[in-house]
């Protein structure tokens, strides 16, 4: 990812766009923060947030006139949050006196004509800044003006107390200054490096300034500068009405000029998010009940605690998250896809060092709910894919991240698996089924019974493919492995004279629509769906169950639609999920977080089967195993198609874990040879007839630490037939070690009644050299 493609990405995630509130303050103040810490009762918080963007915050806070509000997304819920009010509740409590640190002297004076709200906001913000400030006053009472607007809001001793403030931060005064007399500017420009004109507290003087057509002094609206050099005004009434708040935003925006201009920098450059700003925040406000505002009991005292309270409880706190609102991933790591992009690009640009992102990219279930619940349609599994990819590439990405997956894929090209024919006795083939790795690692008996049903139902002939898509390299990022697989399957698929592929797993028919997209491809739902006359006979079963859609289908309704109708036809009745269809959640398996972050995944599959308390039903065969591990009764759709007498209750199934995965893959291929195609077996490999005896604590640990049983029959039979192998005299029992692929693998056991009692196994990359 380049710089560009950072930023397009950054952009497009939105959480960090202020909210309506702050973006149509003319001060972005942070309504939201301030408005939080009251709905938490935490006023000195609140006022905190207040005073960190506020300029005199005990006089503007009584006074502001809030145009935020009319912004507020409460009012689309009911009616909008009484910012003012609240603002007002807030610097009325009284509090500790406020600390403003300055920046160091400057060495350079600003003059400022008039103690009006907009003089006193650009001296606020001057003397912060670090300039010596000045004001000159026509009449007696710095802050008169001000207190003659709001004489019911503005007690006068709010205004002395924050001239006062000012003063001891270095403002200097002159009451009774001629400010409005000629001369003025002339005299101020000989001794001061900007000038600034209050205009909400001055009559317009013969300044010499140019005025509009009304007769105003003429303020450039982006910078408040006059038609004469170094001199700034503000604070006139905006649409003909007074605002305070756009009074003392003028001040400010006339302070950052000031500043520029005796910095001697462009007045005008990146000064394009001051004052307020369009949003393109996006806050989901369907689930909200509408609240109408709290009215103080008292209106000119203003809110008691408890009203201020209530009011502020109604803030929605407006942010996105919508997608963080859904996936587990996004909620552990923490922050949001804006947030995850700059921290996966730092982690792809570090040369040398740690790479501390590679968990966060490998952690990605790749499921693309956030894509389809994001407002802006942010991806985060492809920026997590295409890392690993360039991680891959690079030599970057750690080999255990994805190891596992990668060799169980490589297990199921190999010939333990892997198959193509024609229908038994055809030498053609219309089309052929493409049972996929985890329906016949998991229930190879539904693929026998299908494949059976496919030939019976279908003409021009049903071939049979075993193999894999290459799901798991893609997912890992691997271009080279995902290559080499996707020509395996391409090479059976025309051994087959390129027939129609028909997919029992979503996943499968994704990967192959696409990558190969001259492959004619169909889903086993659709066939069936399609399938004039009875479908397989089913069971008439009656509870309630819930159906779950496979991630991989999210991007495919018909598939799900023609679910729903074989179900329809078989007379069952199925629940919805809330986050179903196009909305529906990972069941953890995806993208190999399973891999990369075993218990995130757990995570994953927990909450998706806590959803709903009914039974589920799946069709996908990995959905409904990890969702099984999770503790969910649930089914496969084949469970109702082809049920199985011999299984009473197949929602109580457990997940048959890696290594009876691929036993049975194997089983399946050697069953499907021997009873269709009367073919002979493949000799068994000697170490594969060493029968194992373990506990299921045993089993649980090994799944665990992805120890398969081939494994430890390796090591067993190296050990038997070499002699290189520890023995325990106390207990009884051998430890032994073999390498047989970059792992090295340590098995404990010992002699049982049929074969050999597995006690313990663990794994480790270092290799032993015994010298
Ligand atoms: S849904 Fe997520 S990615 Fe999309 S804008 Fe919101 S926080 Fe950002
Ligand atoms: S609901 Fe709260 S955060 Fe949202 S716009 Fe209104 S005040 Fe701001
Ligand atoms: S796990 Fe799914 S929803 Fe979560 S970030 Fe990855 S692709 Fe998006």
Known sequence: MDQQELRRREDQCIQDELPWCAAACPLHIDVRAFVGHLARSDRKEALGTLRRTMPLPNILGRICDAPCEEHCKRSEAGEAIRIGALERYCVCQGSEPQKLLPLPPRGKRIAIAGSGLSSLAAAWDCLRKGYGVCIFEPGKRPGGSL???????????????????LVKLGMEIQPGAAADGPGFLDNCLQSFGAVYVG????????????????????????????????????????????????????????????????????????????????????????????????????PPKGYTSEEALHEARRCLQCQCLECVKVCVYLERFGAYPRKYTREIYNNESIVRGAHQANKLINSCSLCGLCEAVCPEGFAM????????????????????????????????????????????????????????????????????????????????????????????????????QFASCLEAVMGQWSSLGGPKLIFACSTCLRIFKDHLPEVAVTSLWTVLDEMEGPIPPGTSREPSL??????????????????????????VRVGELELGRARTECCGFGGLQQNANPEMARETARVRARRSEEDYLAYCAMCRDRLASAGKRVLHVLDLLFPDPRVPDPAALKDPGWSRRQENRSRLKDR???????????????????????????????????ILDEDLRKVIHHAEMSGEKFFHPETGRFKAAFRPRKVTFWVEYGRGAEGFVVYNAYSHRMELRVS
């Open 147 to 165: 207190a003659e607007g709001y004489p019911d809001l503005l007690p006068w001793k709010v205004i002395e107390d924050e001239i006062a403030f």
């Open 199 to 298: 205009l909400d507290s001055l009559r317009a003087g013969p300044w010499g300034l140019e005025e509009d057509d009304t007769g105003s002094i003429r303020v450039d609206p982006g910078t408040q500068g006059t038609s004469r050099e170094g001199v700034f005004a503000g604070g006139l009434p905006r649409g003909g009405r007074i605002s305070p708040v756009w009074q003392a935003a003028e001040g400010r925006f006339a302070a950052n000029s000031m500043d520029r201009y005796l910095q001697r920098v462009s007045l005008t450059a990146g000064r394009e998010k001051e004052g307020p700003l369009p949003t393109r925040l996006f806050a989901g406000i369907t689930d909200v009940i509408p609240l109408p505002a709290i009215e103080a009991s008292d």
């Open 381 to 480: 599994q492809d920026l997590c894919r295409e890392a690993r990819e360039s991680m891959v590439e690079r030599g970057k990405m750690p080999p255990s991240a994805h190891e596992f997956a990668l060799q169980d894929m490589a297990f199921s090209l190999s010939d333990r698996f892997a198959l193509a024919r024609h229908g038994p006795g055809l030498k053609a083939s219309a089309q052929a089924f493409f049972p996929g790795c985890q329906l016949s690692g998991s229930q190879p008996d539904k693929v026998i019974a299908v494949y059976e049903y496919l030939r019976s139902r279908l003409t021009g002939g049903v071939g049979l493919m075993l193999g894999c898509c290459g799901a798991p390299a893609w997912w890992a990022g691997s271009r080279e």
């Open 546 to 571: 819930v159906l779950h859609d496979p991630c991989t289908t999210r991007s495919e309704p018909g598939i799900q639609t023609s679910v729903r109708h074989i179900l329809g036809r078989l007379g």
């Open 672 to 706: 499907f040879l021997e009873d269709l195609w009367s073919e002979p077996l493949m000799r068994t490999a000697e170490h594969r007839k060493i029968k194992l005896e373990i506990e299921p604590e045993v089993r649980v640990l090994l799944e665990e630490r992805r």
